[in-house]
């Protein structure tokens, strides 16, 4: 969505929030953050009548919807058709971004976690500095790990549907971050317990656990 028009406190451009009430959009089928948004139904002919909508009341208000940064995707749909907004064909795709979580028409959740890892892996370069400095208290490594990266890589898993073998991968990509924290490699023959304790890194089945939604 483009825009150069006042936000509210969400970043929400004002005019947004007003196009909403005149497009008459159910808001649990619509995801509005700053200029991510996301709209949901369980019909395509709803669907496309609903963009329209959104679109002509964007324009009314002075902003424009991106088409060409528009995608399109179903879940478990069999109409491998376009979308298309006036002349414009909406570009399809079988995985998208939405606040930072990868979203698959297939619903697995491989693709978001893999991009957490490769997050996490970013920001944990960030604080080389401090997390893998000899001279650094093992415990205040663990305190700069759990308070920066780990929220990084555990982010969205509040929903995650995990299976034990997204759980192992998880855990070995941890645990190469976590020994290279504390300056040993597998050859040395350092438990992983060893590693977590003297961090005091819970194992990230449980925080897994312990974020998911009930």
């Not at 961090?199 to 897994?208: C, E, G, M, P, Q």
């Amino acid at each position: 969505m483009e825009n150069q028009k006042a936000v509210g406190p969400d970043e929400v451009p004002i005019e947004a929030w007003k196009a909403l009430g005149l497009a008459k959009l159910p808001q649990p089928w619509l995801l509005m953050y700053a200029d991510d948004i996301a709209l949901v139904d369980g019909d395509k002919g709803r669907l496309t009548i609903r963009v329209h909508a959104w679109r002509e009341v964007l324009e009314n208000g002075g902003l424009k919807l991106n088409v060409a940064k528009t995608e399109y995707m179903t879940c478990n749909s069999t109409d491998l058709t376009s979308l298309r907004i006036a002349d414009d064909t909406v570009e399809r795709t079988d995985n998208f971004r939405y606040l930072g979580s990868v979203l698959n028409a297939s619903g697995d959740i491989d693709r978001d976690i893999k991009a957490r890892i490769s997050t996490a892996w970013a920001k944990w370069r960030e604080v080389t500095g401090v997390i893998c400095d000899p001279k650094m208290p093992v415990i205040l490594k663990g305190h700069v790990y759990k308070t920066i990266i780990r929220p990084v890589l555990t982010y969205g898993s509040e929903v995650w549907p995990v299976l034990e073998l997204q759980r192992q991968f998880l855990n070995v990509k941890e645990m190469n971050m976590l020994r290279w924290m504390c300056g040993v490699t597998r050859k040395d023959h350092v438990r992983n317990t060893y590693i977590r304790g003297s961090l005091y890194v819970r194992d990230i089945a449980d925080k897994l656990k312990e974020n998911r939604l009930h």
